[in-house]
């Protein structure tokens, strides 16, 4: 049993404070708007009324909140108290961030983990739960145990950017599966399908696509780019007929737009004979030093 702090109760910060509760951790927990404590006092957890007084009850501080500024604003709060102690942040943010503040932290005497949470506040303590942590691996394996109450931990490496680092990319197709999606929906709309009825057959062609992303990850990693049967040329002109119908049906065009300008930048490369693979090189800042 651990004693355990959770800063910020949002929908996650709450839901994590409670699977720690589930789990028979003596909890206290703190937040800017007291009165979202409540519930969880309820379920058998302290309410500390400043975050020095949180901290001061801990071996591990589990921070969740809106964004890194006001992670940061809070710990700053007490950084007195922060020495032995070992803070998991588990607030969305950049690489960057990151590396600020596990030196911040660090630099007051207290050890950092870094966690990214890919599932919503629903979800936590679940199967399906999955959290990211990196940091270094002597705290990880010490607080393991206490932290798989949230769920299922996969811990990537030392250093704190890695976990928004995977953190952002997994959210980044994940953001860009959601754009494609409600472009197919403002489509279907356009002629008053219902989005309910096409959504089966999305669904369908995703699930195969999805498929062949191993394959294409190997590709982008080696660098090799065999010849496909779907190549760029071909999407290229696909993308163009669903910028061009988009317009027909008074579909914005935005979302789709800047997927389309890189598969034609890419046949202007000379990538038109190959496939997806050969792109991702082109969304890095120094190709585009090339080009200029
Ligand atoms: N909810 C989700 O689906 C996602 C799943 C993946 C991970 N994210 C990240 O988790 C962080 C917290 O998200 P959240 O869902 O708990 O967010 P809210 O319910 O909006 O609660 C925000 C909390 O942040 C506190 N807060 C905001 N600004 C400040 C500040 N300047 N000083 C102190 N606290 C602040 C806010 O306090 P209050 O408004 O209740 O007083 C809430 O505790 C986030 O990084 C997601 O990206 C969630």
């Known amino acids: 049993m651990s004693h355990v702090t959770v800063l910020g109760l949002g929908a996650m910060g709450t839901a994590l404070a409670e699977a720690f509760l589930a789990q028979g951790h003596i909890v206290t927990v703190w937040n800017r708007s007291p009165h979202k404590a409540q519930a969880l006092i309820e379920h058998g957890a302290a309410h500390a009324a400043s975050v020095q007084a949180a901290l001061y009850a801990c071996d591990l501080a589990v921070v969740c909140v809106l964004d890194y500024p006001a992670a940061r604003s809070i710990l700053e709060t007490a950084a007195g108290q922060l020495a032995g102690k070992t803070v998991v942040n588990l607030t969305n943010g950049t690489p960057s961030q990151a590396r600020e503040l596990a030196a911040w932290v660090n630099g007051h005497g207290a050890d950092y983990l870094e966690g990214g949470i890919m599932v919503t506040p629903e979800l936590i303590a679940g199967p399906e739960a999955f959290i990211l942590y990196s940091g270094p691996q002597t705290s990880y394996a010490h607080h ?3 932290l798989k ?3 299922n931990g996969a811990y990537i490496g030392e250093d704190a950017a890695l976990a928004p680092l995977y953190d952002l990319a997994l959210l980044a197709a994940m953001f860009g599966m959601f754009g494609g999606f409600l472009h197919a929906a403002a489509l279907l709309s356009s002629e008053k399908i219902p989005v309910a009825q096409a959504t089966p057959m999305i669904e369908s062609l995703l699930h195969a696509m999805v498929g062949v992303l ?8 080696s660098g090799t780019h065999p010849q496909p049967t779907s190549n760029n040329r ?3 002109a696909g993308l163009k007929n669903i910028l061009d119908g988009s317009r027909d049906q008074r579909v914005r065009p935005d979302l789709i737009q800047p997927v389309w300008a890189l598969f034609d930048h890419g046949v202007q490369k000379g990538l038109g004979d190959l496939d997806i693979s050969a792109l991702a090189p082109l969304l890095t800042e120094s190709a585009h030093a090339d080009d200029t």
């Open 214 to 221: 191993p394959q294409t990850a190997e590709e982008i990693d």
């Open 144 to 146: 393991e145990e206490t």
């Open 149 to 151: 109450a949230l769920g």
């Open 234 to 236: 071909m999407m290229t």
